[in-house]
């Protein structure tokens, strides 16, 4: 009994240490294949949580960024100087599509307040081209088309000036539609033109058309748009190459030799100089923005100004800080293009200028260019 019961024991003991052997390595596998499945969770959720701080982050960047702005804007508005309240209210109003934020801080009547005061008032005095005397000889030592760098406090921009005047012409695109336009460079292009700056208003507002001017259009001598007995705001050459900016009809600049013009609202181009007399400047004269003009000096010689805006390095100028460039640089008439994101200088295949806009310059269907 006692050796049998041994032996079973012996035998008992035998099963259970190779049970036990063969027991080891498949815990151990299942333990192996637990661990990996708890590591993809948590792989998975480490991933998640990530993605999660990367997007809270930048929601409360935003959000502060808002704030800031917010802030920045308020002082403007509620803060000491009634000038800074002025030029924030003027510059967005000036602009399509930041308008609305002026409306946060000040009620429609204010703003208009605002706009009245700061402005250069109209006038229905005309262009006498008598004055101008195009200057004829052969002058070697003054370059045909010269480019001049200009600054200021607030801005920086280019300065086209050429000399000869009956280089100056107004070039479009292929057909005026409701749809988009051209850039200057493609506008030119199309003419086999040197340079040029963007010409007159087009439709701008709930619904855009940069394909599709606004009021009188004439290209050599011919009326391509605008109503007949409407009176507009005219910036035009003649065909004895002087410069003709005042408010009339199509018939008018006909009557005044007009071979070709643009137009632009008073509140959006002013004309800054007539016959030589600045035009009357209320308070700050408009708003900080990017600028295009146009003027001619006494002796025919062509002025273009693109001032570059809305950037940390150029701000942008008001129409007085136009007008004051035009009679340091000799203009006895001169006047406000379209501005904004379509302001735009070229010259020589590139735009020499610096456009505020993430895509390059603003469509037209105007501009005046140079052969």
């Known amino acids: 009994m006692s050796n049998e019961n041994n032996e079973e024991i012996e035998l008992f003991d035998y099963m259970d240490e190779e049970s036990e052997s063969r027991k080891i390595p498949v815990n151990k596998k299942e333990k192996t294949g637990g661990k990996s499945g708890r590591s993809k969770k948590k792989k998975k959720a480490g991933a998640l949580t990530w993605v999660g701080r990367v997007a809270a982050t930048i929601g409360i960047t935003l959000a502060l960024i808002i704030v800031w702005l917010y802030g920045v804007m308020a002082v403007l508005v509620y803060g000491p100087s009634k000038t800074a309240k002025n030029q924030f209210v003027l ?5 399509s ?6 409306n946060i801080f000040c009620s429609q009547e204010e703003i208009d307040a605002i706009k009245a005061a700061n402005s250069i008032k109209d006038t229905d005095e005309v262009t006498d081209t008598s004055l101008v005397s195009i200057d004829t000889e052969d002058n070697s030592e003054v370059p045909d088309i010269e480019i001049i760098d200009v600054k200021g406090s607030t801005y920086s921009g280019k300065l086209m000036k050429i000399k000869d005047p009956s280089r100056l012409f107004v070039g479009t695109i292929e057909g005026f539609h409701q749809g988009n336009g051209q850039v200057v460079a493609d506008i030119a292009k199309r003419y086999d033109a040197v ?3 963007n010409g007159g208003e087009f439709v701008d507002g709930e619904t855009t058309y940069t394909g599709m001017p606004i009021g009188l259009v004439m290209i050599n001598g011919e009326q391509v748009n605008g109503n007949n ?10 065909f004895d190459n002087k410069l003709v900016v005042g408010n009339m009809t199509a018939e008018q600049a006909k009557q005044n030799n007009i071979r070709d013009c643009v137009s632009i609202s008073n509140s959006i181009g002013p004309f800054l100089i007539i016959n030589g007399e600045a035009q009357d400047v209320s308070g700050t004269g408009g708003g900080l923005n990017p600028r295009t003009a146009l003027g001619q000096t006494s002796d025919g010689s062509i002025i273009l100004l693109a001032i570059d805006g809305r950037m ?10 136009l007008q004051d460039i035009m009679l340091q640089y000799g ?6 293009m379209d501005g904004g994101t379509s302001t735009q200088m070229y010259y020589e295949g590139e735009v020499i200028n610096t456009p505020y806009s993430p895509t390059g310059p603003r469509t037209c269907p105007t501009a005046w260019l140079v052969k």
Do not use: P, R
């Open 312 to 321: 940390a390095n150029s701000l942008g100028a008001s129409f007085s800080d």
């Open 229 to 238: 007995g409407s009176t507009y705001h005219v910036t035009g050459i003649t």
């Open 91 to 95: 510059s967005v109003q000036e602009t």
């Open 97 to 102: 599509a930041i308008g609305f934020l002026a």
């Open 195 to 197: 340079g040029g700056v």
């Open 331 to 336: 203009a006895v008439n001169a006047s406000v």
